[in-house]
């Protein structure tokens, strides 16, 4: 059973810093492309920063330079350093995954929600 799970949200203050983090169950993982979306309240949902399985890496113009996506693979697990948080960061996080082959991203987790005070 597919399972992913992520932790590390919670409220924190603008300038401040959080770790997300997402643990995987997930065949070829490491084969896989994974990716950080968020959803704030009203909005849609929108990419936060991707990672090839190649070692790529992308990110929202919005996040370029505050965010730090990584990954483990000997722990299936990918992680999102966030310093420097403004208000507008307020979301709830997702962590995703794309399979090796599959256009698009088919597996998420259940979220976990970061509020930041001004």
């Known amino acids: 059973q597919v399972q992913l799970v992520e932790s590390g949200g919670g409220p924190v203050e603008a300038g401040g810093s959080l770790r997300l983090s997402c643990a995987a169950s997930v065949r070829a993982f490491s084969y896989s492309h994974l990716g950080w979306f968020r959803q704030a309240p009203g909005k849609e949902r929108e990419f936060v920063a991707g990672m090839s399985w190649t070692g790529g890496f992308e990110y929202a113009d919005s996040v370029k330079g505050r965010f730090t996506a990584s990954r483990d693979n000997a722990k299936n697990s990918v992680y999102l350093q966030m310093d420097n948080l403004k208000p507008e960061d307020t979301a709830i996080y997702y962590c995703?995954?794309?399979?090796?082959?599959?256009?698009?991203?088919?597996?998420w987790g259940q979220g976990t929600q970061v509020t930041v005070s001004s």
């Open positions: 995703a995954v794309k399979p090796p082959l599959s256009p698009d991203y088919r597996y």
